[in-house]
């Protein structure tokens, strides 16, 4: 069986939740038999064709990006070429370029959506997709939500429940790496230890503006693992606070994110708005034991980070109250232990990526009328 994964960035351009979520469904279902290809957009000069151990990626030139849309004219025609080869098509929404570049591709293949968000920003531009969105996902023959919690309070996805299901991103521990020593010594001499972590593409809606104005309320040491948009804005802000317990570690390898989630004392995920649909950060941090923070923001965030289970749970936009949070697992270590160690025992019996291959190998092959 072949699918073709469909979205407007990839590794190694991008590092980010979506990319990571693509990464491992294509390691999850390849144990089923399912050969995988990423088709993407990329800041390169032509078609390039970069063979991953998950998958082939081909990459397009990326030509312009209004409103964060990527958009390219070569894309047009790599689409069909790739949806050719597909049995099954697998589109990451939002990103409005894609339902264009079906709809006039001419292409007629199962077509599988995972709606990791709703457009929350661009209202306006939202109101002239519209149209478009709904002759896409009139195309499309199923809709997944990354949690039931997104599946009940998206307006968008009850107007077509009868094509939804729910399954949760996830993570195989497996195609995860304990960091080599060498990396490990040097981010402990740069960053100590017992720090509060966050990892993540640095964007409006991630809340790290609240993250500051904790981090200066509390005093506690934080990691910043990422770049993004909102980066010399962040810096800014932490310069005006006299923040000197803030670092901003810019853009990590694997080896030296995994490094961090070894050394930090809690991950803290502070994202404020809807458009953070579920945060594979938090699993990541499930993944190496570590109790987590994150916002009430009616989303999968809350979903993977159980309140008083795997983690604390605050108010969106309350600094104070992610102070406190982060105090409490400060001067709780044995608490903070506890909740990173049934962090990893949820990350293993809901969010597998043995669990996330069954599923979505089972969706393709109902969608190509075979027995699952």
Known sequence: MKVLQFFRTYFPTSQGGIEESIRQICLATASHGVEQRVLTLAPVAGVQILERPEA??????????????????????????????????????????????????????????????DILRQRHLERLYAPLRRRFLARVDRLIATSPDYLRTSPLLQRHADKCEVIPLGLEPDTYSEPQAQTLKTARQQYGEGFFLFVGVLRYYKGLHVLLEAAALCGLPVVIAGAGP???????????????????????????????????????????????????????????SRALICCDIGTGTSYVNQHEVTGLVVAPEDA????????????EPELAERMGQAGRRRLLEVFSGEQVGRAYTRVYRELLGEQA
Not at 265 to 282: I, K, M, Q, Y
């Open 56 to 117: 082939r990626v081909i990459q397009v030139p990326l030509q312009w990006e209004p409103a964060s849309c990527s958009m390219g004219l070569a894309t047009f025609r790599a689409y069909r070429e790739q949806a050719q080869w597909a049995d099954v098509i697998h589109v990451h929404h939002p990103w409005p370029f894609a339902d264009l570049v079906h709809l006039l591709s001419g292409i007629h293949k199962p077509v599988v959506l995972t709606y990791h968000s």
């Open 230 to 288: 909102e980066q010399a804005r962040l810096q800014a802000q932490a310069a005006r606070l006299g923040l000197t317990n803030v670092v901003f570690a810019g853009f990590v390898s694997e080896d030296e994110k995994a490094a961090l989630f070894s050394l930090c004392r809690a991950v803290v995920f502070p994202s404020c708005l809807r458009t953070e649909a579920f945060g594979v950060t938090l699993l990541e941090g499930q993944l190496y």
């Open 320 to 331: 104070a109250g992610l102070a406190a949070a982060m105090l409490r697992l400060q001067v």
